[in-house]
């Protein structure tokens, strides 16, 4: 799930065919098109499967392990993605990314951040930090702007860098008070952020479920070489239908958010989006902290409270620079 920073660069004016209006004439403020109505209750689906489905999901995967989970949802949000382009007809979009060399390396790197980033999420969940996960995806959008800087050469605004020290701040403050550095929440903000940077250089040409689809298909050799070297310590056929279908199932609940984000996406305005993408972890902390009874001893609250400084030092910033574009 990467955070898009606000603004962008002028549309060129033009016409469109069989009609006089130019897209600018339907376009929201930000540059986007009108919101239609299916589009915020499509996003928020999407976001109570990141934010309350998955967290309260794999738990229920065990006895199997964190790896073998990931082994499993890679090989089944496979079959899901493929299934999902067949059903839409649009597998042909999959030929020109095979056929490019350099796209595929470019997603095999993507596959790898992913994958990594899936491994340490679910470990996280099952040994019961989801806290830590959610304090991850809350510092999602600091690293990304630290990246750009670092691997993009951008030049930050003052109010970015408040943001950025923020950030680091939280992770300082959570670590001295909790006694060691929160791998976790770095791990998944670090992984994720570069994935978006790499999927940033596949362009537009790549869309959200073809791109899915050749990551997963890189990955599944590994998964099934994994899965076949457990022989009988894998649990798929061991422990009842109810369990081999709730793993088989990972692949939906995997593919299935991505596809509702993705059709989201296109009907919001580009600010709502950016909006909606802090749910996720909101509803990880939420469900941590009242569902699964994890503790928030006040070092976590002041290292979340500078995270969330942070998050709404960037949101003012981006809306500024918005603004100063339309």
């Not at 470019?106 to 899936?118: K, R």
Request: net charge positive; charged share 15%; glycine share 10%.
């Amino acid at each position: 799930m990467s955070t898009t920073a606000p603004g962008g660069a002028p549309t060129e004016r033009r016409r469109t065919a069989g009609t006089d209006r130019s897209p600018s004439d339907t376009a929201g403020r930000d540059g986007e098109h009108a919101p239609d109505r299916w589009g915020l209750p499509l996003g928020v689906a999407a976001f109570l499967f990141w934010g309350v489905g998955m967290p309260l999901f794999f738990p229920l995967l065990e006895p199997a392990g964190a790896i073998e989970i990931i082994a499993q949802r890679i090989l089944w949000s496979l079959v899901f993605c493929v299934l999902a382009l067949v059903a839409t007809r649009t597998l042909g979009e999959l030929r020109p990314i095979l056929a490019s060399p350099r796209m595929l390396m470019t997603l095999g790197v993507a596959s790898v951040l992913i994958v990594v980033n899936w491994t340490v999420y679910v470990y996280g969940v099952l040994t019961e930090r989801v806290l830590d996960a959610a304090l991850g995806y809350f510092l999602n959008p600091v690293v990304t702007v630290l990246l750009a800087v670092l691997a993009l050469r951008e030049r930050l605004r003052p109010a970015q860098w408040v943001a950025v020290g923020l950030g680091l701040g939280a992770v300082v403050v959570i670590a001295t008070g909790m006694r060691g550095l929160p791998w976790i929440a770095v791990c998944l903000a670090l992984s994720f952020s570069v994935y978006g940077l790499v999927k940033n250089r596949t362009g537009r040409s790549v869309g959200a479920l073809p791109g899915l689809t050749v990551e997963t298909m890189l990955a599944a050799p590994p998964a099934a070489g994994y899965l076949i070297w457990l022989g009988e310590a894998n649990t798929f056929a061991d422990h009842g239908a109810g369990h081999a279908a709730l793993l088989v199932s990972a692949g939906i609940i995997t593919a299935l958010p991505l596809l509702l984000f993705g059709a989201a996406a296109r009907r919001l305005p580009l600010s709502v989006v950016g909006a909606l993408q802090y749910l996720g972890p909101m509803l990880q902390f939420l469900v941590a902290v009242l569902i699964l009874g994890e503790q928030m001893p006040p070092a976590r609250w002041v290292g979340f409270g500078l995270v969330w400084s942070a998050i709404t030092v960037l949101t003012w910033d981006g809306l500024r620079a918005v603004r100063r574009l339309v």
